[in-house]
């Protein structure tokens, strides 16, 4: 696939996987994109998965009609990108690697060699050029890890964006970008919401025709539509108008609190997500949480804390530095509930979160006064 008439798309489908990066379901399997720029030198960009490395050779050797690469630039050393670079390296013993320091430092880690005879140390700014295709490096420090650059080529107008604008799914199958590159990003990168801020900035100085990421589709058309999803999500702005309820019911009653809360909201016009945390994917609610501007985090009191599923939805927020948002309580507790307090605790660090003044207490099953207290959460979450 030509993605302009010296590049070309040279990666690879895994639908074989089972969870990527050993936690995230991926219906639709994987893309590990990797491209060839063909230039007076040949430059490779990034390599693919290990268990992929025979078919992205190939690709190589198609796309190049027999002609051998001069480089093989590595923007990022987590293993779905750099697991093949030894594989390469054995391939095409003139090619030199051209990556930051950090990454070369990495690959002594998962290789035991750096390839020092044949490293190409670059940072910021440096450039390299193929003849009419000039490469410049720009650090990406945390998105994802610290080691990463990405490229710009002045030549086509394309950034190589490395694991920014990617997504999870296979390229051979169609689906929305936004609902599954949403997941990828706040579940893989949201912690890094300064950082990724931070080469957006460096990112809107280029004149950027294409986006050439490492996962998902190339994006060639309507390119402010998804860098404003990322200036969003990385500012842990409202993308969305609406509340989450994300809950936990042992035996049903919490639930049934839930239901009625989303159909008073709906009945009010106000878009509602329900995600009961022990059954859905775990990182579409993380991703929801994110989403909208509300959130209502109803669980029962568990072992004189909360239950596990919500304890560990609430760990995925504040690790992702969860903020701006709106939060609403709703406990269940048998004989001392104790589920908001706990909640609250949990959420004692994050920045600017505004506590609904109507909270929820179920005394096991919902009562005339608690019936109340929906009412009114309801009333307060839709204003
Ligand atoms: Fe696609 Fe951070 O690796």
Redesign the pocket.
């Known amino acids: 696939m030509n993605i302009t008439n010296d590049i070309k798309y040279i990666g690879v489908n895994d639908h074989k996987i089972d969870l990527f990066?050993g936690q995230y379901i991926v219906p639709n399997g994987m893309a590990?994109n990797s491209y060839a720029i063909i230039d007076e030198k040949i430059a490779i960009m990034d390599s693919v998965d290990v268990n992929f490395s025979e078919e992205w050779l190939g690709n190589i050797e198609a796309a190049l009609d027999g002609k051998a690469p001069d480089y093989l630039i590595v923007q990022?050393m987590?293993p779905?990108?750099s697991s093949s670079i030894r594989h390469f390296a054995e391939k095409y013993p003139e090619a030199k690697i051209v990556s930051s320091s950090k990454a070369f430092a990495m690959m002594k880690g998962f290789f035991g060699t750096d390839f020092i005879e044949r490293q190409i140390v670059v940072g910021e700014g440096d450039t390299l050029s193929l003849g009419k295709h000039n490469l410049t490096f720009v650090t990406a420090p945390m998105v994802?890890?610290p080691e990463v650059i990405v490229t710009y080529d002045s030549c086509d107008k394309v950034l190589f964006s490395?694991?920014g604008f990617?997504k999870f799914g296979a390229l051979d199958v169609e689906e929305d970008w936004a609902c599954e590159a949403r997941r990828y990003y706040i579940g893989?990168v949201g912690k890094y919401g300064v950082q990724t801020q931070a080469l957006l900035k460096k990112a809107a100085g280029l004149d950027i025709k294409i986006i050439c990421p490492?996962?998902g589709p190339v994006l060639k058309e309507n390119l402010e539509y998804y860098i404003n999803l990322y200036n969003i999500w990385s500012s842990y702005g409202v993308e969305t108008d609406g509340v989450v309820i994300a809950y936990t019911s042992v035996y049903g009653n919490t639930k049934k609190a839930v239901m009625a809360l989303a159909e008073k909201l709906e009945e009010k016009g106000v878009k509602v997500a329900l995600n009961d945390l022990a059954r859905c994917d775990m990182a579409e609610a993380v991703e929801d949480a994110f989403r909208y501007g509300k959130i209502v985090l109803a669980t029962t009191t568990y072992n004189a804390d909360i239950f596990p599923f919500m304890k560990e939805f609430i760990n995925h927020l504040t690790e992702r530095n969860f903020q701006n948002r709106t939060v609403a309580f709703i406990e269940n507790g048998s004989w001392a509930p104790m589920a908001t307090k706990v909640m609250k605790g949990m959420l004692e660090k994050s920045k600017n979160l505004t506590y609904a003044e109507n909270e929820v207490k179920i005394m096991s099953a919902l009562n005339e006064e608690s019936e109340k207290q929906l009412d009114a959460l309801a009333q307060e979450l839709c204003k």
């Open positions: 990066e590990y990022h987590e779905d990108h994802h890890w490395a694991d990617g893989i490492l996962h």
